[in-house]
């Protein structure tokens, strides 16, 4: 057993006893790993250890310690989030900042036995998530989202994806960008979508990583979901869902939606064939953005011309 997990649970808990260590699978922008350790009482904890990668660090080298302060908020907020127990600062033991949270029992649902339950509870701990009192926020440094959408908006690539119409995205906003402040701006998730979401026995047991959390217009947060939940269970939930959140924040002005799905879209270009896919699914989600783009464009009213590859939609 590697020999920095026992100094790890040694800092948290001088009296604590490590019985075992393992890497949990499905983490992309973190290395995550569980270790299970008796306490002196006798009972057993698992918790789970947080390393941020290399990318996220650049972006924000703080990002540990401000992720621990916002897991601290969101649990004074009484959201559904991991307790955060312990930020191991010191690099004798990590040569960056790493974090400590609680182990969630549950699991990621694919194929949900109620959808209509599932959606509309994930609607609701967003409309909850977007409620946290902003006061609430200061200290932890939280990038604003409109100047991350506005630097992936004015570093083009030298070659833009046709297949995900990035350029006619990239056209339609960049004429109107910055959009007016439309929302007062909210505390984001910044990547809420079904596989950042923990189910036991069909109830949403926990939202989780919270690396991408940022502030800004919380149709930002929307835009995002309705186009994973399309790409996950198809337009009818995307549309119920949207429904869902509609409702639980009547007074949010909603004139700027299709933007903000178009800033949605635009996260995928030119890298969706690089997430590993299989075949069948990657054809699946690529129609489902082009059904996305066109009814963003056709709210708009914006003449839109389908990518000849994708004519079948569901």
């Not at 310690?65 to 908020?73: A, G, H, Y």
Request: proline fraction near 5%; include cysteine; charged fraction near 25%.
């Amino acid at each position: 057993m590697d020999e920095k997990w026992t100094r790890l649970v040694h800092n948290m808990n001088p009296s604590a006893k490590l019985l075992r260590a393992w890497e949990l699978k499905g983490g992309i922008s973190a290395q995550v790993t569980a270790l299970e350790m008796e306490i002196p009482d006798g009972k057993k904890k698992i918790v789970v250890v947080r390393e941020h990668g290399q990318a996220d660090l650049k972006r924000n080298p703080q990002i540990a310690s401000d992720e621990f302060k916002l897991l601290q908020i969101l649990k004074s907020a009484d959201l559904p989030t991991p307790t955060p127990y312990h930020l191991e600062a010191s690099s004798e033991i990590f040569p960056t900042p790493c974090l400590v949270i609680e182990f969630i029992e549950g699991q990621t649902v694919t194929k949900p036995a109620d959808l209509s339950s599932y959606l509309k509870q994930a609607a609701e701990v967003l409309v909850r998530i977007h409620s946290v009192d902003a006061s609430r926020l200061a200290g932890t440094y939280l990038p604003k989202q409109e100047e991350a959408i506005t630097e992936k908006l004015y570093k083009r690539s030298a070659i833009l994806d046709k297949s995900l119409d990035e350029g006619l995205i990239r056209e339609v906003l960049e004429s109107v960008w910055p959009l007016r402040q439309a929302n007062a701006a909210s505390l984001l998730h910044g990547d809420f979508w079904p596989g950042n979401t923990m189910w036991k026995e069909e109830k949403l047991a926990a939202v989780i990583d919270w690396e991408d959390a940022a502030t800004g217009d919380p149709l930002s947060d929307l835009g995002n979901a309705r186009l994973e939940i399309l790409w996950a269970f198809g337009v009818e939930a995307m549309n119920d869902f949207t429904l869902c959140y509609q409702s639980g924040s009547k007074t949010l002005d909603y004139t700027q939606l299709p933007y903000w799905d178009l800033c949605a879209a635009l996260r995928p270009a030119s890298n969706l064939s690089d997430w590993g896919l299989e075949k069948s699914m990657e054809k699946t989600m690529r129609e489902r953005h082009s059904l996305f783009v066109m009814q963003a464009f056709e709210k708009l009213g914006i003449p839109y011309k389908r990518h000849a590859t994708y004519e079948s939609f569901e």
